[in-house]
């Protein structure tokens, strides 16, 4: 313990561990003083106040890919974030989802490899393209985003062509807000 706190505290060395525990102690009571839950009388016959409600989303184990090819990349941010928004939206029909049921969850960023390179290569190109990706579309910004580096990945038991380096594929998970899902989550 440094020296200065004892002094400044009023002296000893062995006094010094009975003030942490006292600021401790009076640090405590201001937290649970700001906490404390103040209620009003209503008048009577007034409704208590509604709880909001709150929309419990589950992770679907029924990915999708979006192809992000090196043409389109190449155009830019705006370009990635209508091709994002449309396949979404796409995916959501599909499924027969309202957009208030589904979103993005989690979304695997796989970079292209060319036959002379390995994974690592593709894996850095998704890393470095990954804040562009997530800035493009509102429906990213806050979806857990990871990065691979891969020719080719499996989506839902098929094998679907990444391409080489600059080309893209976006494997995405969709949350989802309602009635029960019925997926086979055991591929």
């Not at 060395?13 to 009571?29: E, R």
């Not at 493009?136 to 990945?153: D, M």
């Not at 094998?159 to 989802?176: E, K, P, Q």
């Given at each position: 313990?440094p020296?200065?706190f004892a002094?400044?505290?009023?002296?000893?060395?062995?006094?010094?561990a009975?003030?942490?525990y006292?600021?401790?102690?009076?640090?405590?009571?201001?937290v649970?003083?700001?906490?404390?839950?103040v209620?009003?009388?209503?008048a009577e016959?007034t409704?208590?106040p509604?709880e909001?409600?709150?929309?419990?989303?589950?992770?679907s184990c029924?990915?999708?890919?979006?192809?992000?090819?090196?043409?389109?990349?190449?155009?830019?941010?705006v370009?990635?974030?209508?091709?994002?928004?449309?396949?979404?939206?796409?995916?959501l029909?599909k499924?027969?989802?309202e957009?208030d049921?589904?979103?993005?969850?989690l979304?695997?960023?796989?970079?292209?490899?060319?036959?002379?390179?390995?994974?690592?290569?593709g894996d850095?190109?998704a890393q470095?393209l990954?804040?562009?990706?997530?800035n493009?579309?509102?429906l990213?910004?806050?979806?857990?985003?990871?990065?691979?580096?891969?020719?080719?990945v499996?989506?839902?038991?098929?094998?679907t062509?990444i391409g080489?380096?600059?080309n893209?594929?976006l494997?995405?998970?969709?949350?989802?807000?309602g009635?029960?899902?019925?997926?086979?989550?055991?591929?």
């Amino acid at each position: 313990m440094p020296r200065g706190f004892a002094r400044r505290r009023g002296g000893e060395d062995g006094g010094a561990a009975g003030w942490i525990y006292a600021d401790l102690f009076l640090a405590l009571m201001i937290v649970g003083l700001g906490s404390a839950v103040v209620t009003t009388a209503g008048a009577e016959g007034t409704k208590p106040p509604v709880e909001p409600l709150v929309s419990t989303f589950r992770l679907s184990c029924e990915e999708f890919l979006i192809p992000l090819p090196y043409r389109l990349v190449n155009r830019g941010k705006v370009a990635i974030g209508q091709t994002i928004d449309a396949a979404v939206a796409q995916e959501l029909a599909k499924r027969g989802w309202e957009t208030d049921q589904g979103k993005p969850g989690l979304v695997i960023v796989a970079g292209g490899v060319s036959s002379n390179e390995t994974a690592g290569d593709g894996d850095r190109r998704a890393q470095r393209l990954s804040p562009t990706i997530r800035n493009s579309s509102e429906l990213l910004k806050s979806v857990e985003i990871r990065t691979i580096g891969a020719p080719a990945v499996g989506v839902n038991g098929v094998r679907t062509s990444i391409g080489s380096a600059g080309n893209y594929g976006l494997i995405v998970y969709l949350v989802y807000s309602g009635g029960e899902l019925l997926e086979n989550c055991a591929q």
